[in-house]
């Protein structure tokens, strides 16, 4: 290999590391470093019911793995109003799946953290501020819950802005029976206190999803991001995205790119030596 190809592969490498990097950090303006997730406006419905009503009822929406030894996943979209500028917020839906959870138990239970804000981050902090929102759902609906922060504490409140319903049973993304779970929040309800300004700033979420399982009671709770749920500065950013999710991944493209002038770069050399200039 000359300097030059040499040069030219190293630059490239840094590229592809520095990609690597951005993608598993996500953006820096998350509230826990490394934790964010897009919601995507959705493309395919969504039925309430606690299972996969259909083959493509979740295709369309960014997953993560909450962390903890457990294996579970969430994954996040919205439907959003076409009505003149701007777009009134309907909907956020949410699908659980917990594989290592195959028990109803009394003791499971799904909790929910949110927090929004227009035009600025939340509130944040060390404490629940009066912009956390929280959903208790345990025992496969036998108890609900459902708080507010007060600067210092969560306050029980009586509004049900939110429908949960979960089965356990397959689903396309394991053909083991587990506890699958769908929830809908409706934010037009949740914040209908708060003043949105005219300009119509996208809003700022943070969120945090957590599930636990009574007969893995060793493995505590599961959570995305793991951290305490009252604690608003662990929690992870989730982005509004005002389009459907895209095919494949942006940032793919880039590498793919490099890969693709890479491989050139090394046949045209090896073409060159073999005495085949081109
Ligand atoms: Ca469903
Ligand atoms: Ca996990
Ligand atoms: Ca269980």
Not at 112 to 120: N, S
Not at 219 to 243: C, H, I, K, R
């Amino acid at each position: 290999m000359n300097k030059k190809l040499k040069f030219v592969v190293t630059i490239c490498i840094i590229m592809l590391c520095s990609l690597y990097l951005i993608s598993i950090t996500g953006t820096v303006t998350a509230q826990k470093q490394g934790y964010s997730v897009e919601n995507y406006d959705l493309l395919n419905s969504v039925t309430v019911d606690g299972a996969w009503t259909n083959p493509s009822e979740w295709t369309d929406a960014e997953e993560r793995q909450l962390d903890g030894d457990l294996d579970a996943i969430f994954r996040v979209k919205k439907i959003t109003e076409l009505r003149p500028f701007p777009p009134a917020l309907l909907h956020q839906y949410y699908l659980i799946e917990f594989f290592d959870d195959t028990t109803s138990d009394v003791g499971d239970y799904l909790r929910i953290c949110f927090a929004a804000a227009y035009g600025a981050e939340p509130a944040g902090g060390s404490s629940p501020q009066d912009d956390c929102y929280r959903w208790d759902y345990v025992g496969h609906g036998t108890s609900f819950s459902s708080y507010k922060g007060d600067g210092t504490a969560w306050a029980a409140r009586s509004v049900r802005d939110v429908q949960i319903e979960d089965t356990i049973g397959t689903s396309p993304l394991s053909d083991t029976p587990h506890l699958i779970i769908e929830a809908s929040i409706q934010i037009e309800v949740l914040l209908s206190g708060q003043i949105q300004p005219s300009g119509g700033e996208p809003p700022v979420w943070w969120i945090r999803i957590a599930v636990y399982d009574e007969s893995n009671s060793g493995a505590g709770e599961q959570a995305w991001p793991s951290g305490s749920v009252d604690v608003p500065d662990d929690w992870g950013l989730m982005e509004f995205t005002n389009e459907v999710i895209p095919e494949f991944p942006t940032w793919i493209i880039i590498p793919l790119f490099v890969t693709v002038t890479l491989t050139v770069i090394i046949w045209r050399k090896r073409l060159t030596k073999n005495g085949t200039p081109i």
